[in-house]
């Protein structure tokens, strides 16, 4: 990795812990038939793409789980709690790690997101850790609800090389899921797929000679 200048962040399972089971569980408990066809780590309904780039809104995204639950009484209250059941929190003294990152190469964000969960997160980093957003631990932070983008499109890669003037030959993304790190080759960036947990992140690191032991 000695060529490494910069490195691109997946949030989800990296940084901060995420539970796709728990999720699953919720949504099925709204009435969500064939749930794991419905929304799973490696594939999902429209409606989560449709979300993530920005092409609804809650309202809609909320309204898209009552047609497929066949359960129009559903609350925006029920709908958000089965939905941010995904979310578990930052792992260990992550926040100290992206900061040694970033000590030692350029360091940006780059999230498959959506404004319900964006809200949650930014309420816990705020509750839990006293600050708004993630300035202080990357030189920029992409959310796919901002770009009309998600992962794995290239595209969305492509995007983040361009507005910071980043080599793809001297770039690393780091991601849990296959098939993001399939789009990011295909912009031309090294790829590390994350194969422990989030509480691992700093023995990833070093695993792979980024950071000193």
């Known amino acids: 990795m000695e060529k490494i200048k ?26 969500i038939p064939n749930v794991a066809e419905f929304f799973a780590h490696k594939g999902h309904n ?3 793409d449709d979300f993530e780039t920005g092409s609804i809104s809650p309202a809609q995204f ?5 047609k497929v639950a066949e359960k129009l009484e559903l609350t925006d209250q029920q709908i958000d709690d089965a939905w941010n059941s995904l979310l578990i929190g ?65 595209a969305i890669f492509e995007m983040v090389l361009k507005e910071n003037n980043l ?3 001297e770039t690393l993304f780091i991601d849990d899921s296959p098939q993001h790190i399939e789009g990011a080759k295909k912009a031309g960036l090294n790829t ?19 950071l000193q032991a």
């Open 167 to 169: 080599n793809p030959e």
């Open 6 to 31: 910069n490195i691109i962040f997946d949030y989800g399972n990296v940084i901060f812990a995420i539970d796709f089971i728990r999720t699953q569980n919720a949504l099925a408990q709204l009435g």
């Open 62 to 66: 909320r309204d898209g789980i009552r």
């Open 90 to 154: 930052v792992s260990g003294n992550n926040h100290d790690v992206l900061l040694e990152v970033k000590a030692k190469y350029r360091t940006f964000l780059l999230s498959n997101n959506n404004k319900i969960h964006y809200d949650w997160i930014i309420a816990y980093l705020q509750k839990d850790f006293g600050f708004n957003n993630y300035d202080d631990f990357f030189e920029r932070a992409y959310f796919s609800q901002d770009t009309t983008m998600r992962k794995p499109n290239p």
């Open 192 to 210: 590390l797929l994350m194969n422990v947990h989030p509480e691992h992140l700093r023995d990833f690191l070093v695993s792979h000679q980024l």
């Open 46 to 48: 429209q409606l989560f």
